[in-house]
């Protein structure tokens, strides 16, 4: 029935009139075919197959089976007629622009069939049917003598779809109406065939409405595609004449044919929120696109497309689909259950292109005022009216009065896609904040203790702000400073009341308090309130002091505290035993060792004797009372003024001295101040009359340990310094009226003798030496200010001190570290044979060789093993002899050989020295002169010594001289010297 011939005749006459046409027509096949299209061949069947369901108003049905190298496309719906024929035959015209709702409207989807067959077919029931061939075409073409050069251009390529042919051969199988048939043209397009079957899913029912099932035969393997299960929202009108001029104003005639548009989401019923893997990420318009779409879900819209059918074309078409599509996804979001999941398809506003990017913005735009959120008490409302919490159930329900608009669990306050909803995330410690005032003023202890059961306890810092209700009716922030009452304390509540403590009402009471920094209301904890502490440094001016410090004393007791382990205790007020009121640390125990020690003239009261009857001396002198010396025991302190006061006599110096022991460490920057792990001092040494008794009791156990140095954490190492204990006696005249630091031991270091007195027989060495007493040359130049200490002593020129002391004291010095002592500003030094303390004024000198003495000899020297000068130097700050005198040569002598004889005693001798008969070095007349590597000398001794040091054998000098004066006595010196000590080779 179709005219096929009249087709091909009218085709063959405009391409012979106008061999251009057939140029063009060639080249726009191959450019859909090969282009557009090239991978469109199983969306254009399942169009084809979409559009004649609806044409013929029933169930859209397609198979596609894929076999021995041929595919078959079978559908149902209204059959080929001429109409399709023609719209198949040609390009860019098709036959449905009148259909709404048909998927094909561009007129040139058929010429998919091109990229993978040269003899495709179709045929149906009631018309019959035509089919295409490449090689007949091509023939047709070859006949006509003025297609002849463009078909040679072409190299024989002609297009295959402009030439149809008649064909009722086809087998339409049963239960379908339409057979379409493609050999493949190799094995490449049958892969391309294979991979766009595999890639087939529910995007095509889905984009095509009249379409419920597609069928994919591959090999005897079958499988069926439909939209069920699927959630779709649809939006669809028509335009009227002034929308048509408006928004086509930009578009082919053949579009603005066609005044009808459609958008539709859709979403996976069992996979909201991810399409990811079940449909390509693309616009579908209403086949798909090359347009990214990073969108949870499929869309389908009436776009308008660019010319080669990948790309939405902009204009205001465009832009007007895009507000439809931005209303519709929201209506979408509506439409699905108001769970968590819903989060996963708000998108945020970063776009893969320009349209993806246009139609977040109109959504994100609409979300925020969208009823959308389910809270847990007033139902669905729009996000900018909610408000998150991370929280369990259990706690989100409990605080949902007073959060307004609060998600229930599950709802992630972290999710991003909140922020897009405008949803207001509340932190927990702004939760904690809300929990407060007017909106908990009706809430009962047992409220609050259900509220503890189930607050979050992983977020402390968060927390730690929670209102807490008193047992006095009070509401207090943060449990930090409350105390709760267990079954297990043990402490009178009775007691407690002069005290003013914050006790935590028994109702409310619940373990998080604790952990929240509430503490346990033992006896030791009570002490430790800083509400008890108030209450002991304010009752010396309370009206009524007794009732604090009968509870003070009482808890004390039950502590188990001993004396010194509360120092803050000595300012609870207690009475005296002529009545009247004292801190009590300003009372002693009567029959306390203390007692005789103190001086007679110090202010200290007498305990009240029922107090001492009642509590016990122990308990007395635990609250600060005084017994025997009362000890500071503390850990972990901080060295800090800050800090560091345990209200002790010069505590402040001994930490300033402290601090100065660690410079090194200090240089550096720390997290922390230095801390010492356990810190004891004895009180109260200030007021000491009877010393050999206090040193008496001090050195020995329990309270020598105060004595020991304290061990001190700085920069991550541990270093010793002198305990407060130790530090105070070492200051104080203790020891006979003198400090420790102006005596020795007895057994001391020969070196300290009348530098230092003699220690006061009696006390132990060890403890001696911890409060400052001197034992030998070497610890006190290890210790903290010793070398400068030694050099103010070689100063006072009221202390005697040989020469070879002297020289002993100058060698140990000069290996001390220069950067530890300050330049002194008298030294001891030797001058024309004397000792003497000289003046730095004076011009001393370190002598560093010999032969510089005479040039010096005028001067205080400070006289060392030369090898030591150097370094002595240094200490001291002083000139080294060479360095205040030229040392030149200014004399002429002769140059002579060194004796042969010399050389067998000292193998390192010149050759040659220089005599002079009478030598001047600086104009001055010396003996001998090592210069500028030469020896000069005049006389038998400057010429011993010049060669003895030249060699580097100064203690040889003697022997020298000797051999000089009798070389006949050599091999008797040589004997000699062969049998000196191992220990002076």
């Not at 001190?801 to 290996?815: G, K």
């Amino acid at each position: 029935m179709f005219d096929t011939a009249r087709l091909r005749d009218t085709v063959l006459a405009a391409w012979t009139a106008s061999p251009a046409r057939f140029r063009e027509d060639a080249n726009a096949e191959e450019d859909f075919a090969l282009g557009g299209y090239r991978d469109r061949l199983v969306v254009e069947l399942a169009q084809n197959a979409a559009d004649a369901a609806l044409r013929a108003g029933v169930p859209g049905r397609l198979r596609l089976t894929l076999a021995d190298g041929v595919l078959l496309a079978v559908n149902v719906g209204a059959p080929l007629d001429e109409t399709g024929v023609e719209g198949l035959s040609t390009l860019r015209v098709s036959g449905k622009k009148d259909e709404a709702g048909a998927a094909g409207r561009f007129g040139v989807g058929f010429a998919a069939v091109v990229s993978v067959s040269d003899t495709p077919s179709i045929a149906s029931r009631a018309t019959g049917g035509v089919r295409w061939s490449r090689e007949e075409s091509a023939a047709l073409v070859a006949a006509r003598p003025e297609l002849a050069a463009e078909l040679e251009g072409r190299e024989g390529h002609v297009p295959l779809l402009r030439l149809p042919f008649s064909d009722d051969s086809l087998e339409v199988p049963e239960g379908y109406d339409t057979v379409v048939r493609l050999p493949l043209r190799d094995q490449a397009a049958e892969q391309a065939v294979r991979r766009m079957l595999e890639e087939a899913g529910p995007a095509l029912p889905l984009s095509m409405p009249a379409l419920e099932a597609v069928e994919i035969e591959v090999d005897g393997r079958t499988r069926t595609i439909s939209a069920e299960g699927w959630h779709v929202v649809a939006e669809s009108g028509t335009f009227g004449p002034e929308q048509v001029a408006e928004l086509f104003a930009d578009r082919p005639t053949e579009e603005r044919a066609r005044p009808y548009w459609e958008v539709r989401w859709a979403v996976p019923g069992d996979r909201r929120g991810d399409v990811r893997g079940v449909v390509h990420r693309v616009v579908h318009a209403p086949t798909p696109s090359d347009e990214p779409l990073d969108l949870p879900a499929l869309l389908i819209a009436s776009f308008p497309m660019t010319t080669d059918r990948r790309h939405v074309a902009p204009g205001p078409l465009t832009d007007f689909l895009v507000a439809r599509a931005a209303e519709a996804y929201v209506r979408l979001l509506g439409e699905l259950p108001a769970t968590p999941d819903l989060l996963d398809l708000v998108p945020g506003l970063m776009g893969k292109g320009a349209l993806d990017a246009a139609i977040r913005r109109e959504i994100v735009k609409a979300l925020p005022d969208t009823p959308l959120l389910p809270t847990i008490s007033e139902g669905v409302v729009p996000g900018n009216q909610a408000r998150a919490v991370e929280g369990q159930a259990a706690f989100l329900e409990k605080i949902a009065g007073i959060v307004p608009g609060l998600l229930p669990a599950g709802w992630s306050s972290r999710h991003p896609a909140l922020t897009t909803l405008g949803v207001r995330r509340v932190d927990l410690a702004d939760v904690v904040d809300m929990l407060s005032g007017e909106a908990v003023e009706d809430k009962d202890p047992a409220w609050w203790r259900s509220l503890y059961e189930v607050l979050p306890a992983d977020d402390p810092e968060a927390i730690g702000a929670i209102a807490v209700p008193l047992a006095d009716g009070r509401l207090v922030r943060g449990p930090r400073g409350t105390l709760v009452l267990t079954a297990e304390s043990s402490v009178d509540p009775a007691l407690l009341a002069p005290l003013g403590l914050r006790i935590v009402h028994p109702g409310a009471a619940h373990p998080l308090l604790l952990r929240l920094g509430a503490a346990e209301a033992t006896p030791r904890t009570v002490l430790e309130d800083p509400l008890t502490h108030a209450a002991v440094s304010e009752s010396l001016n309370s009206t009524d002091p007794e009732p604090v410090a009968q509870a003070v004393l009482a808890l004390v007791d039950a502590a188990g505290l001993t004396a010194g382990e509360a120092p803050w205790l000595a300012e609870l007020a207690l009475r005296g035993a002529d009545g009247e009121l004292y801190a009590a640390g300003e009372l002693l125990l009567a029959e306390g060792s203390l007692a005789g020690l103190i001086d007679v003239e110090v202010p200290f009261g007498v305990a009240a004797p029922d107090l001492v009857e009642k509590f016990g001396p122990h308990v007395l002198a635990a609250a600060g009372v005084l017994d025997g010396f009362a000890v500071v025991n503390d850990s972990d302190v901080l060295l800090d003024p800050a800090e560091c006061d345990h209200d002790l006599d010069l505590e402040d110096e001994w930490l300033e001295a402290v601090l100065d022991l660690l410079p090194g460490l200090l240089n550096t920057d720390l997290d922390v101040p230095p801390v010492v792990r356990e810190f004891t001092a004895v009180r109260d040494l200030e007021y000491v009359a009877d010393w050999p008794s206090a040193l008496a009791l001090l050195s020995r156990p329990p309270l020598r340990a105060a004595l020991r140095p304290l061990r001190v954490l700085a920069a991550g190492e541990t270093v010793e310094v002198p305990s407060y204990t130790a530090w105070w006696l070492s200051r104080h005249q203790v020891l006979g009226g003198r400090r420790p630091t102006e005596l020795r031991l007895p057994t001391g270091d020969p070196l300290l003798f009348g530098l230092y007195g003699e220690a006061p027989a009696g006390i132990d060495a060890d403890a001696l030496k911890m409060i400052g007493v001197r034992s030998t040359l070497a610890e006190l130049l290890d210790s903290h200010g010793g070398p400068e200490e030694l050099l103010d002593l070689l100063a006072d020129s009221s202390i005697e001190v040989d020469r070879a002391q002297l020289r002993s004291l100058w060698i140990a010095l000069a290996a001390v570290d220069p950067a530890r002592v300050s330049p002194p500003e008298a030294v001891r030094a030797v001058l024309k044979g004397t000792v003497t303390v000289a003046d730095v004024e004076d011009g001393p000198v370190v002598v560093e060789a010999p032969d510089l003495l005479a040039l010096v000899e005028d001067r205080p020297l400070v006289l060392a093993p030369f090898d030591l000068a150097e370094a002595l130097s240094e200490v001291l700050d002083l000139p080294l002899a060479g360095e205040v005198v030229t040392g030149a040569v200014t004399s002429a002598g002769i140059e002579k050989p060194v004796p042969p004889e010399v050389r067998s005693l000292l193998p390192g001798a010149p050759a040659t020295y220089v005599e002079h008969d009478e030598l001047l070095v600086d104009g001055r007349p010396v003996p001998w002169r090592f210069f500028e590597g030469a020896v000069h000398a005049t006389g038998v001794d400057g010429l011993a010594r010049g060669l003895a040091w030249a060699a580097g054998q100064w203690g040889d000098r003697l022997a020298v001289a000797a051999l000089l004066r009798d070389p006949a006595r050599v091999p008797l010196l040589l004997a000699e010297a062969d049998l000196d000590p191992t220990a002076s080779i």
